[in-house]
Structure formats: structure tokens, C-alpha cells
């Protein structure tokens, strides 16, 4: 069975940044496509980074050019590198393992921005 277990959010402050990590319980394999997703509360979870399992990455425009997504397969994790944070990224990050069609989430962590 598939487990995602992230770490790394908090309490920063506007213009910081933060890195949140997701490990994987298997193997990273070059099919997977590893996101990172954010939600606030009401809302629907939104994609803002995508690495695929080959190392294509892709973001949502309104974190281009600040978050920066890797990974590293031999140790089965992702991470989504945080800077110059803004009061709106404040929210519930999940990372996200899609694999032959299938979705595995890891329980969220929460950013909050302070200005």
C-alpha cells in the first residue's frame, strides 16, 4: 500500500520561504507523476507543481517563478521549495503520487503566511 507522509510547513512570514518534503513508502517509478496540491478552506484543492517521474516540471501561474519543485527517485521523496511567500499561499499543501491511473495523498500540512 502506498503512503505519503509530508513534512516541513509552518508559520512564515511574508517574503520567507519554506520546503515541504513528501516520502513515499515505494519506489518512484518513470511513469509516476508526482503534484503538489493547496486547499483553503471552502475551496476546491488546486495544483500549483507537477514533476513527472522523468523530471518534467510544470506550476501554476500563480506560483511561477517562486515555487520550485524536485525530486530525488533514489530516495523516494519530492519537495516544493516556497520563496518570497505571499499572504494568499496560505493554505493546506497535500502532496500527491499519481501512478497507472490511481491517486495516493499524503494528510496535509499547513502554510500560513503572515504579513
Known amino acids: 500500500q502506498v503512503q505519503l507522509v509530508e513534512s516541513g510547513g509552518g508559520l512564515v512570514q511574508a517574503g520567507g520561504s519554506l520546503r515541504l518534503s513528501c516520502a513515499a513508502s515505494?519506489?518512484?517509478?518513470?511513469?509516476?507523476?508526482m503534484v503538489w496540491y493547496r486547499q483553503a478552506p471552502g475551496n476546491q484543492r488546486e495544483a500549483v507543481a507537477t514533476?513527472?517521474?522523468?523530471?518534467?516540471?510544470s506550476y501554476a501561474d500563480a506560483v511561477r517563478g517562486r515555487f520550485s519543485i524536485g525530486r530525488d527517485n533514489a530516495k523516494n521523496t519530492w519537495h516544493l521549495q516556497m520563496n518570497s511567500l505571499k499572504s494568499e499561499d496560505t493554505r493546506t499543501y497535500y502532496c500527491?503520487?499519481?501512478?497507472?491511473?490511481?491517486?495516493?495523498w499524503g494528510q496535509g500540512t499547513q502554510v500560513t503566511v503572515s504579513v
Open positions: 500527491n503520487l499519481h501512478r497507472f491511473g490511481v491517486d495516493y
Open positions: 515505494v519506489s518512484i517509478l518513470e511513469t509516476d507523476t
Open positions: 514533476i513527472t517521474g522523468r523530471g518534467t516540471t
